[in-house]
């Protein structure tokens, strides 16, 4: 089935640093969506991307929709403890009332104090 | 209610019995997912419901896997003959129609034995 594929797997970094990640597909997509999953619970939304290269902030969090619509950006800025946890890209094609959601493969974020 | 909930939170079944899994969406949102993720894994797409549509059975993985959704309102999963394997989180989410974000549940965490 589709895919889409993120990357890094996974990441250490220290806390004050700054974080990227990304999502790519190999098919165009509607809608992008930032997802954050805390161990032991669900994904919760963190932004939603609409229109291709749009930019967009949300604290310390900012994402952009790719121009080509096959991809996504994520970046968190001055990382916290708090932002440990597993992030979800996922995208949606479809229209009138079909419209399903495809999950990204998750980046794990490990942040050290 | 407020959020989707799922029930029960945790199952622990024996190898080979039939579990039922329950998800109570948001009251209004038409569509339905489940998806199941192993420990320190990725979302893997099981089923979709949208509204009166048929259901896009695409993602389970057997036929001891189903599925069913009453109108816009509670849906359950049925596992038959439980294996191993089948140990995972099994999460639900739901979205509006006209809203394209999906709000997940906490999940219900299987463990055959």
């Known amino acids: 089935g589709q895919q889409l594929n993120q990357s890094p797997q996974s990441m250490f970094i220290q806390e004050g640093e700054d974080v990227s990640m990304n999502c790519t597909s190999s098919?165009?997509?509607?809608?992008w969506l930032w997802y954050k999953q805390d161990p032991g619970e669900g994904p919760v939304l963190l932004i939603a991307?609409?229109?291709?290269?749009e930019l967009t902030s949300n604290g310390r969090l900012t994402a952009q929709f790719g121009i080509t619509r096959k991809d996504s950006f994520l970046n968190i800025s001055a990382s916290i403890p708090s932002d440990v946890g597993i992030y979800f890209c996922?995208?949606?094609?479809?229209?009138?009332?079909?419209?399903?959601?495809?999950f990204g493969t998750g980046t794990k974020l490990q942040v050290i104090p | 209610g407020a959020g989707v909930s799922q029930s029960p939170s945790n199952k622990v079944t024996e190898k080979g019995k039939d579990v039922e899994l329950r998800c109570d969406p948001i009251?209004?949102?038409?569509?339905l997912y489940w998806y199941r993720q192993r420990l320190g894994q990725g979302l893997e797409f099981l089923i979709y419901f949208q509204g009166n549509s048929a259901p896009d059975k695409s993602g389970l993985p057997s036929d001891r896997f189903s599925a069913e959704r009453t109108g816009e309102s509670v849906s359950t999963l049925t596992i038959q003959r439980t294996q191993q394997e089948d140990s995972a989180v099994y999460l639900c989410?739901?979205?509006?129609?006209?809203?394209?974000?999906?709000?997940f549940g906490q999940g219900t965490r299987l463990t055959v034995v």
């Open positions: 989410a739901s979205t509006l129609e006209g809203r394209l974000e999906a709000f």
């Open positions: 098919s165009i997509f509607n809608t």
């Open positions: 991307l609409y229109k291709a290269g």
């Open positions: 996922a995208g949606l094609k479809g229209s009138g009332g079909y419209q399903k959601v495809t």
């Open positions: 009251s209004g949102h038409t569509a």
